[in-house]
């Protein structure tokens, strides 16, 4: 199994020096960190950032709010699409796509995969499509898979899985891939753990947003936390769940490496990892 760090977008948000505090990145700016699995049942995505349709003003879902908060670059060649095919590979190559929750930096990639089954859970996808509060209704860019999506939906339960419930059994995938739930940025928020045989990745999503975070003790710029806290449904579980994967990470070692969608560090550092 041979996984790929790809980023498939770029964010630089408005205040992004008083948002965002990597010392090592004279040009503070958020990526979508997705991952790009080769697996005996087909190519496997882990989110999809932006894609094709968010790219051209014509077609492009996204809230003028979004954008101006966001900042998004939008350049063609990061959707997933472009990485996969400059691999060598084609749309129809990804079988599976699993979502750590459906906001639009996350989902906006389905489109360009509409073939593949989208594992996601149950209470998000509810989320999303039968939305209960204003920031709910907002959040969301139904449009990004209305195109007959072939959804493949869990309950938030399952078995045990290093402290944590996890859904194993997604439908078609290897036992290697299990979502475990990790509710509080959104109603059905999820990571995505895969065992690559030497060891496991964590994808966290949203759960944190800066690698600070998940250091003894925890360390984030007030911005950040600010709106990690106002764009939270369930901020004390999101809060319980950080110090739960910041005990995680104390107690597996290098057994689980664990990351976030938008830390453009710590992209940089599984990158390096991953290199053969
Ligand atoms: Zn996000």
């Known amino acids: 199994m041979r996984v790929h ?3 498939c977008g770029t964010m630089c948000p408005v205040a992004a020096r008083w948002l965002l505090a990597h010392p ?3 040009q503070p700016h958020l990526v979508c960190h997705c991952l790009l699995v080769e697996t005996s049942v087909g190519l496997v995505l882990v989110d999809t950032g932006f894609g094709t349709r968010d790219r051209d ?3 492009s879902t996204l809230a003028r709010d979004f954008c101006a908060m966001s900042g998004p670059r939008l350049s063609p060649e990061e959707t997933a699409l472009a990485q996969i095919r400059a691999r060598g590979f084609r749309a129809e ?10 906001d639009p930096d996350h989902a906006g990639g389905l ?3 509409p073939g593949a089954k989208i594992h996601v859970l149950r209470a998000e ?3 999303a499509n039968n939305p209960r509060s204003f920031g709910e209704r907002r959040r969301y860019r139904k449009q990004q898979w209305e195109f007959g999506a072939d959804f493949r939906l869990y309950e938030a339960q399952g078995e045990a899985w290093k402290g944590f419930d996890a859904v194993r059994s ?3 995938l290897p036992p290697e891939f299990l979502m475990v739930p990790l509710r509080g940025h959104t109603r059905g928020h999820a990571g995505v753990a895969i065992d690559c045989g030497h060891g496991w990745l964590l994808h966290a999503g949203d759960a944190y947003f800066y690698h600070g975070e998940m250091e003894q003790p925890p360390q984030c710029t007030s911005g950040l936390s600010l709106f990690q806290r106002v764009m939270a449904v369930d901020n004390a579980q999101r ?15 290098d057994d689980v490496r664990v990351f976030s969608a938008h830390d453009s560090c710590e992209l940089a550092k599984q990158r390096a990892l991953s290199q053969p």
């Open 5 to 7: 760090h790809l980023n």
């Open 24 to 26: 090592e990145d004279p």
């Open 57 to 59: 003003p014509a077609t």
């Open 93 to 102: 190559d990804v079988r599976h796509i699993i979502l750590t929750h459906l």
């Open 111 to 113: 489109v360009d995969f």
């Open 125 to 127: 996808h509810d989320a």
């Open 170 to 172: 997604l439908d078609g």
């Open 239 to 253: 809060v319980l769940n950080q110090s739960r994967l910041r005990e995680l990470i104390k107690s597996s070692g």
